[in-house]
């Protein structure tokens, strides 16, 4: 006699447990006019360069499946960033290759990042049934060193997850310390992704790293300094057999007509991201400064686009702000810092309007 499970019949039978454990990912959209909540540029691509963009679209075959091996693209990449186009791999989106990093080195391992973290590399190690040890960083937002390096003599092989500058703190870490964490990593057998995300707002560089590792790889992207989060475009430098292996699980054809376009035109119009970012760090350090002194709200020194701001109730404040139309991303029980809201930096009235709604939660 055989006996059913409970869950037999039900949409959920074969569901791994591990993905239904796992909540979604945690984003709830807001109706605020002043869109200060996930890290975006605060301009569009320029309206010449879409143009730009738009012809190059239309002149090419849509019936046609685009380039498997993005030859054209990873080569252009290649010639922007110094490095082998054959070390070059592309996703759509950075959160793409998150989940392939996991894929390739966590999946029956070990998942190894600090606490706080980029949500997306706990939820690819949950749903994919790595084993995720998380550190709590310094009380001042550094690496915690000396515990992660415990940690990676004492664990492994698996994924080592060093985000510089860190998000979601913004905090940039000296690069010796930097160094010595991908060195005992190398030395015990991990893959070490350096995710420099925000690396443009930091003038950090961790490419000459890269080149001494072949078990180190870069993992940067076209979301955010360049301004172009919505064609979703996320790559990593890497050696050339770490990449070989890396593309075997990206996606076949993921990358769109449209994104290739804009990107190609991009890449040969890079002079507009440097007049964004010098405008991003003026702004940054502006608003930090305006909200020195507040009685209820701590900002924390930033390298990137945005900064946190501890608070005595997170959503309370996000309340608050959405009342004035602003919307900040929660960000609720953080170790270390407790309650906080994540603030992007944005256009100068932007800017101004946070900042006139900060002073009503004095």
């Known amino acids: 006699m055989t006996t059913q499970s409970p869950l037999a019949g039900s949409p959920l039978s074969s569901v791994r447990r591990q993905v239904q454990d796992i909540p979604a990912y945690p984003y709830v959209p807001s109706k605020a006019r002043i869109k200060l909540d996930q890290n975006e540029s605060a301009y569009d691509f320029p309206a010449e360069l879409k143009a730009l963009a738009a012809q190059r679209m239309l002149e090419r075959p849509w019936q046609r499946y685009t ?10 990449i290649a010639r922007l960033e110094d490095w082998d186009a054959a070390g070059v791999v592309v996703s759509s989106g950075s959160n793409v290759m998150i989940k392939v990093l996991t894929e390739l080195a966590g999946i029956g391992q070990t998942v190894l990042t600090t606490d706080p973290t980029f949500a997306v590399y706990p939820l690819e190690a949950g749903m994919l049934g790595a084993e995720l040890v998380k550190v709590p960083v310094q009380p001042d937002l550094s690496l915690p060193a000396e515990a992660l390096k415990k940690e990676l003599e004492s664990r492994g092989p698996g994924l080592f997850v060093l985000i510089q500058p860190q998000a979601p703190t913004g905090h940039a870490d000296r690069p010796e310390v930097v160094r010595g964490l991908v060195e005992t990593a190398a030395a015990h057998g991990w893959l070490t992704v350096i995710d420099e995300a925000y690396y443009q707002f930091s003038g950090t560089d961790y490419r000459a790293l890269v080149r001494e590792h072949p078990s180190v790889l870069s993992l940067r992207t076209f979301s955010k300094a360049w301004g172009l989060a919505g064609l979703r475009l996320g790559y990593a430098l890497a050696h050339p057999e770490l990449a070989a292996q890396l593309s075997k699980l990206v996606p076949a054809f993921s990358i769109n007509v449209l994104t290739q376009c804009a990107l190609e035109v991009a890449m040969e119009h890079p002079e507009y991201v440097r007049e964004r970012v010098e405008e991003n760090n003026r702004e940054r350090e502006r608003m930090l400064a305006a909200l020195e002194g507040h009685p209820h709200w701590k900002a924390w020194p930033s390298s ?10 997170d959503a309370a404040a996000v309340r608050l702000l959405e009342q004035h139309d602003v919307v900040v991303r929660g960000q609720k029980g953080l170790p270390v810092l407790g309650d906080c809201l994540r603030v992007s930096v944005g256009k100068p009235e932007d800017n101004d309007a946070f900042l006139q709604a900060a002073e009503a939660a004095r």
């Open 67 to 76: 380039d498997l091996n993005t030859t054209e693209l990873r080569q252009a």
């Open 304 to 313: 990137t686009n945005f900064f946190l701001i501890q608070t005595p109730d």
